[in-house]
């Protein structure tokens, strides 16, 4: 992977990733949902998740708390477009749509970040005239299964915060690309660097990274 740095405006701090990793098995009117839920930085799963689905065909909602493996399933849903609220305490909110239902059962993957921490009123834009931060250590963003078997290639944005203790928070996916959203922020935020200067001194920044995705050779 090749990656450009530069600045950019000003954004909230989101980040998220969605992989679906399923199909209907059955022609039935009636569907099934189910998934896990996953630390979007460490993958380990989330117990105690709330997954609530809306939909025009669906008279109100349905709603589904995931078990000690970050499982959950929802049964009897009409065929028809769906919309997911994810909620889970110390987790960003992730609300994925577009989930078309046909009938049968489906499978999906769900996976959220953790609230970033603050960062100080401070962070400004990063600009020519500062010294561009130089990253220490820390993993290269790594190609997911998913996206392997899928062929995914392309560019990707991703809005950081680079501390002036060099770390990396408060990403925010700018230009996604499918199944790959997740593995680069995690990688990002993994990283060290050394920070940016301002007249000599270090300083909280906002940076955007750059970064081409090629797959790997087989």
Known sequence: MIERHTG????????????????????????????VVVDAATQAPLPDATV????????????????ESGAFEMT??????YSLAVTHEGFESFSPDG????????????AVAPVPPPVADTAIE???????????????PEYTPDAVERGIEGSM??????????????CKVLKGQ????????GALERRKYQPALAQGKPV??????????KLPPR
Do not use: H, W
């Not at 000003?10 to 189910?34: E, M, W």
């Open 8 to 35: 950019s405006i000003r954004c909230a701090a989101v980040v998220f990733t969605f992989a679906l990793c399923g199909s209907a098995d059955a022609q039935t009117s009636k569907g099934v949902l189910t998934g």
């Open 52 to 67: 609530v689905a809306r939909s025009p065909a669906l008279p109100g909602e349905q709603s589904a708390v995931t078990d």
């Open 76 to 81: 009897l849903l009409p065929a028809g477009t």
């Open 99 to 110: 989930l078309t239902i046909k009938g049968g059962r489906m499978r999906i993957r769900i």
């Open 126 to 140: 990063f600009n020519d005239t500062m010294t561009m931060p130089s990253m220490v250590s820390g993993p290269d």
């Open 157 to 170: 944005q991703v809005r950081c915060v680079i501390t002036a203790d060099g770390q990396v928070r408060s």
């Open 178 to 185: 499918p199944f790959m959203n997740g593995a680069v922020v």
């Open 204 to 213: 909280d920044v906002y940076y955007t990274f750059n970064i081409r995705l």
